[in-house]
């Protein structure tokens, strides 16, 4: 894994919406995997900012959302579907037929995951998947205990995710109780990784993902299993980690390896 520790949320965003911009550049018909929650909405609004001013080119992106609320229509205000409109697609030019986003009021939630897998593996697989952490170590909606190996799915929500998402609603009642999520093992699959996450609530998630041991109680630490995984954090969230020192002195030294080579 590599860890870059920025100085507050707005680097943090500057920094993954540069990452994304080139991995866009690199190949214009990239597959994403997209993450919703208040952790990316900076970056989206950079990706928006450099589509605008610089001309990234989104007509031949494909995206692939995490998950999506189970129950909820995609025109509801507190859906994924609705989030993903509001704060990056409708400022961009991408191909609404390129946009996947699971459907949460589908009748056949089953049959609808076996299709989402199909539509990733027929896309090529994802391409690059970014992620955010809940303070339960999830990715996408993988709490404590889900497979390794697991794939899209109907998921129960953990107790601590629905208090935290019930800042979105108007009360906790109103929060679903399950959702349509990737498994741990599609996002695996991902060729590369980029999560990003900011704040002093995801401290201890942080040091624990990053510098502790692998286990399905915290799904994000799959991550260390993964060969091209990028973690961006600000500095309240990179707080508790305990090797700090070493993670800013390989970001400012990496052009140290060019001379090494040519030694
Ligand atoms: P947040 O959610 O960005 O709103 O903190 C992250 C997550 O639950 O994955």
Known sequence: MEITITEHYDEMSKVSARLIAQEIHRKHDIVLGLATGDTPVGTYQELVRIHKEEGLDFSKVKSFNLDEYLGLAPVHKNSYNYFMWENLFKHVNINPEN??????????PEQFCVWYEEQIKKAGGIDLQVLGIGRDGHIGFNEPGSSFASRTRVKALFK????????????????????????????????????????????????????????????????????????????????????????????????????????
């Open 99 to 108: 946009v996947y986003i699971p459907q949460g009021n589908i009748k056949d």
């Open 160 to 263: 601590q995710t629905i208090e935290d998402n019930a800042r979105f609603f108007d009360k906790e009642e109103d929060v679903p109780r399950f959702a349509i999520t990737m498994g741990v093992g599609t996002i695996m699959e991902a060729k590369k990784i980029l999560l990003i996450a900011n704040g002093k609530n995801k401290a201890d998630v942080c040091a624990q993902f990053i510098e502790g041991p692998v286990t399905s109680q915290i799904t994000a630490t799959s991550l260390q299993l993964h060969n091209y995984a990028n973690v961006i954090l600000d500095n309240e969230a990179a707080s508790k980690l305990k090797r700090i020192e070493y993670y800013n002195w390989v970001r400012d030294n990496k052009h140290l390896v060019q001379k090494e080579v040519g030694r």
